[in-house]
């Protein structure tokens, strides 16, 4: 049975920094690459990054993070990272962690979402 969990969400002020983790377990961990989507209430799903399986490639980023999110994983560890800096109000939503169908990103990462874990709430104040 495959788990995806998440971590790390709540509430910080504007211009601060939180630390998301996603811990997977039920499959190899290191044969797939791992992407990060938020959504809002009355939002679209966003994705946010994907990181090819092995880390070693720089993360593709959507232009709303880009420069203020990193994204990482520990292999050895099973785990996804997020770091997210420069926090703005609008970057409250839920974010979740994902596994991709494959092990390496494509522009379609997020429509070949393998599977979701159940969300950590970010809550940004001004």
């Known amino acids: 049975q495959v788990q995806v969990v998440e971590s790390g969400g709540g509430l910080v002020q504007a211009g601060g920094s939180l630390r998301l983790s996603c811990k997977v377990s039920?499959?190899?961990?290191?044969?797939?690459?791992m992407g990060w989507v938020r959504q809002a209430p009355g939002k679209e799903q966003e994705g946010l990054s994907c990181?090819?399986?092995?880390?070693?490639?720089?993360?593709h980023y959507s232009d709303s993070v880009k420069g203020r999110f990193t994204s990482s994983r520990d292999n050895a560890k099973d785990t996804l990272y997020l770091q997210m800096n420069s926090l703005k109000p609008e970057d409250t939503a839920m974010y979740y962690c994902?596994?991709?169908?494959?092990?390496?990103?494509?522009?379609?990462?997020?429509?070949?979402?393998?599977?979701w874990g159940q969300g950590t709430q970010v809550t940004v104040s001004s």
């Open positions: 994902a596994t991709v169908r494959y092990a390496n990103c494509r522009d379609s990462w997020t429509r070949d979402i393998g599977y």
């Open positions: 039920g499959l190899r961990f290191d044969n797939y690459a």
């Open positions: 990181i090819e399986w092995s880390g070693g490639d720089t993360p």
